[in-house]
């Protein structure tokens, strides 16, 4: 139990002056913990990513934290390669911290991302104690593709008005400079 010299406390209400009264103290020797990963920790598309989009991820604890934003961060793992997200931000009121990845062409996990063994980057509770590590299992709604469609087979109805076009996997036809195109 720590120690403290009673014989010059101040006081903010009453000044100073010796203590008589017990002193109470509670030490947080623990880090901050996630305590069901599957439920705490929430990924910002739940249908899946693409090359260029950010992984957003909120984490939530048992306790506020703290990092670095920018430095601190999260390991995520795609399919055997971990990439670091970044701390983008804490709250200490809802006990949670988001952390930012932009996924690039090379990253590819096609049965979901998983967060790595040993995950934290700098994270800590409001004293200093690191978090606790913990790992999440792949979920598969959160798969990435990054590979394009490739195109194949072309083919042209009688009289040319209609070709069809035949792709890999669908594709997103509402933002394109194309007219009259549609999945089928």
């Known amino acids: 139990m720590p120690e403290i010299d009673r014989t010059f406390v101040?006081?903010?209400?009453?000044?100073t002056g010796a203590v008589t009264a017990p002193i109470t103290l509670t030490v947080d020797k623990a880090g901050p913990l996630v305590s069901v990963p599957q439920a705490?920790?929430?990924?910002?598309?739940p249908n899946g990513f693409i090359a260029g989009e950010t992984v957003s991820v909120t984490v939530t604890f048992n306790e506020a934290v703290k990092g670095v934003v920018g430095s601190s961060g999260l390991y995520l793992n795609f399919d055997g390669v971990n990439r670091l997200a970044?701390?983008?931000?804490?709250?200490?009121?809802?006990k949670t911290a988001?952390?930012?990845?932009?996924?690039?062409?090379?990253?590819?996990?096609?049965d979901g991302i998983e967060i790595a063994a040993n995950p934290w980057v700098n994270i800590t509770d409001l004293v200093g104690?690191?978090?606790v590590?913990?790992?999440?299992?792949?979920d598969p709604s959160t798969a990435i593709d990054t590979v394009l469609p490739t195109l194949q087979s072309v083919a042209a109805a009688a009289g040319g008005n209609t070709i069809t076009l035949q792709f890999?996997?669908?594709?997103d036809t509402s933002n394109t400079a194309l007219t009259g195109l549609a999945n089928s």
């Open 168 to 171: 890999s996997e669908p594709i």
């Open 133 to 138: 590590s913990f790992t999440r299992a792949d």
């Open 40 to 45: 705490d920790v929430v990924f910002s598309a």
């Open 86 to 94: 970044a701390l983008s931000s804490t709250n200490t009121a809802n």
């Open 10 to 15: 101040t006081n903010r209400f009453i000044g």
């Open 129 to 131: 104690n690191a978090a």
């Open 98 to 110: 988001t952390f930012s990845y932009v996924l690039q062409p090379t990253d590819v996990d096609s």
